[in-house]
């Protein structure tokens, strides 16, 4: 009884090894081809791309499922990245995507904000006409019209009160765009996202 009670044992422990064996090479084979990217690893690559301004891969990547509101670590979109980088027609195609023009990043600033700061007339325009407050506040209540006027960017500024911005809005330090046009300070309190060895970083 014991020695069959034994080599009973035996024989599960062997089938579970070969299990656990076949498990793992099954892990270890290469991914049969056509295989989409994992999840985390396309949105990297469609982070990049945006930044860049790659709008075939944008398109492609985004066709394919990646998400389109997909985020890094500071919370920038591909969006913001293409928006603040100046891409118009990644703009363009993420817009059509479905990508929110009104999501902001982990302190509120905007692809609209992104642009403002940056100067990027013909993406301003594009997005100021999406479904999304012209003087939308960030976490610090300051607009893409303050961003704008800070570091004279005279024609974003000029659409933006075209298209209903406000110059009297205050922000949390009781500002308005034109005290900030005033002061004309080299660097801005907050701003959006902006290149470096990283996807982005954050101007101090």
Known sequence: MVRKLLLGSFGL????????????????????AGRLLATSEAERYLLAAAREGETDIVA?????GTPVEARDARGFSPLILAAYHGHT??????????????????????????????????????????PCAVDQANGLGQTALMFA???????????????GASPALRDASG???????????????????VADDSPTAQVR
């Open 175 to 193: 500002r308005s765009a034109e005290d900030w046009a005033r002061t004309q300070a080299p660097v801005a309190p907050v701003a959006p996202a």
């Open 13 to 32: 422990l062997v089938l579970v090894g070969a299990l656990l064996t076949a498990t793992w090479l099954s892990l270890r084979a290469p991914a049969p």
């Open 149 to 163: 006027v800070l570091f004279g960017r005279d024609e974003v500024a000029d659409q933006l009160r075209h298209q």
């Open 89 to 130: 027609g990644t703009v363009t195609a993420l817009l059509a995507a479905g990508a929110d023009a009104c999501a902001g990043d982990n302190r509120g600033n905007t692809a609209l904000m992104g642009a403002a700061f940056k100067g990027h007339a013909d993406v301003v325009k594009l997005l100021a006409s999406q």
């Open 60 to 64: 492609g990547l985004v066709k394919a």
